[in-house]
């Protein structure tokens, strides 16, 4: 069950510099801990989290183990045309999330 | 005129001490009012706060069916109509003859009406639900009920907050009453209104409950915390809720 809080403005002006947010729920787990029994608890982080805005990618981030659970990222862009802010999270074990927020500039 | 006098001074002697007394209430602070501005406006933006990931996984979990009943929470309670709930608890439901917390309220709805079998302590699902139903009560006073069956454990919790116990031989009081708004580890002590939790504590990197938060604080005074289940827990919750009385609910609380 993937989590996220997105937070980016519904309408934009041309040109206009935006800020966009999103929190995902993950336990980023570092790999270097050992669990209750002694051995250590494999690594699960997000490996990458790309933002395209409508297809084309405007934001691209790779994480580490040392970033926090719950990773929250925030980042600018400029506000050209209206359409679909795409937001994606992969990561070990196969994790994939995908979120889409609309925006209107104009 | 000299009857004028003293009932002029009377008058104000009384000015004096109701000044004073509203002066105390002003002075119950909650942790958020000590902790950084960052830290602040975290908690305040709704789609900062992680804690609110948890609140958005409550909801689903609200929604969805479980145990051999098949039936949801939502079924019963309806969506969103836990306001002012959480607001009140500890307490004691009519199933049960002590008091219990809202995580053990909801286990025993749990295990009562949906017939599943009740969540561990400090478990995601638990604590995201705890965290969902408080949510609903946020910025509501804390309205600890006024049933006089809860009067002996109150009594016990504020007699748990007051004795001096671990290796370091320390109690509640002496840090959060005697030496709150002070620094421990360069952390501000606050004064022991939990009217946040369950928070999310930076350092668990998760949310948790006020009974991790105490046994945290058993941890640090060296003395041996009480088991998830014991009563103790419970009527500290009861004792410290009492304090709170009147202060806002802000769930989910941000803490450092």
């Not at chain 1, 809080?5 to 801990?33: Q, Y």
């Amino acid at each position: 069950m993937t989590n996220v809080l997105i937070n980016a403005p519904k309408t934009a002006k041309p040109g206009e510099i935006v800020e966009i947010k999103a929190l995902i729920l993950h336990p980023m787990e570092t790999g270097f801990r050992p669990g209750t029994n002694g051995r250590l608890i494999p690594r699960n982080i997000i490996e990458h989290f790309v933002a395209t805005w409508n297809g084309m990618e405007i934001f691209r981030m790779k994480m580490s183990p040392a970033i926090a659970a719950n990773p929250f990222v925030s980042f600018f862009a400029v506000a050209t045309e209206s359409g679909t802010i795409g937001l994606r999270w992969t990561g070990d074990e196969g994790f994939l999330a995908e979120e889409h927020v609309a925006i209107a500039v104009g | 005129m000299k009857t004028a006098r003293i009932a002029l001074g009377l008058a104000s002697v009384f000015a004096a001490t109701f000044a004073l007394a509203q002066g105390a209430a002003d002075q119950r602070r909650s942790g958020y009012q000590d902790m950084g501005e960052a830290l602040q406006k975290m908690q305040d933006d709704d789609t900062a706060n992680p804690g609110m990931l948890f609140v958005q996984l409550g909801e689903q979990l609200f929604g969805k069916p479980a145990g051999a009943a098949n039936k949801s929470c939502a079924d019963c309670h309806g969506a969103g109509s836990m306001k002012g709930i959480a607001a009140r608890y500890p307490a004691i439901p009519k199933e049960a003859n002590k008091p219990v917390d809202l995580g053990g309220r909801i286990n025993l709805c749990r295990s009562a009406n949906q017939q599943a079998e009740p969540f561990a302590p400090e478990s995601r699902e638990l604590l995201s639900l705890e965290a969902y139903v408080a949510f609903q009560s946020r910025g509501q006073p804390s309205a600890p009920p006024s049933d006089p069956r809860l009067a002996p454990f109150r009594a016990q919790g504020a007699e748990i907050y007051r004795r001096r116990q671990g290796q370091l031989n320390l109690s509640c009081a002496i840090c959060h009453d005697d030496n709150a708004g002070k620094k421990l580890a360069g952390v501000t002590i606050p004064q022991a209104h939990p009217t946040g939790y369950p928070i999310y504590r930076l350092e668990w990197q998760s949310l948790g409950s006020l009974k991790r938060r105490l046994r945290n604080c058993l941890v640090g005074i060296r003395a041996e915390a009480y088991a998830y289940d014991a009563p103790e827990y419970v009527a500290l919750e009861l004792y410290l809720m009492d304090r709170a009385k009147g202060m806002p609910l802000e769930v989910p609380g941000v803490r450092p």
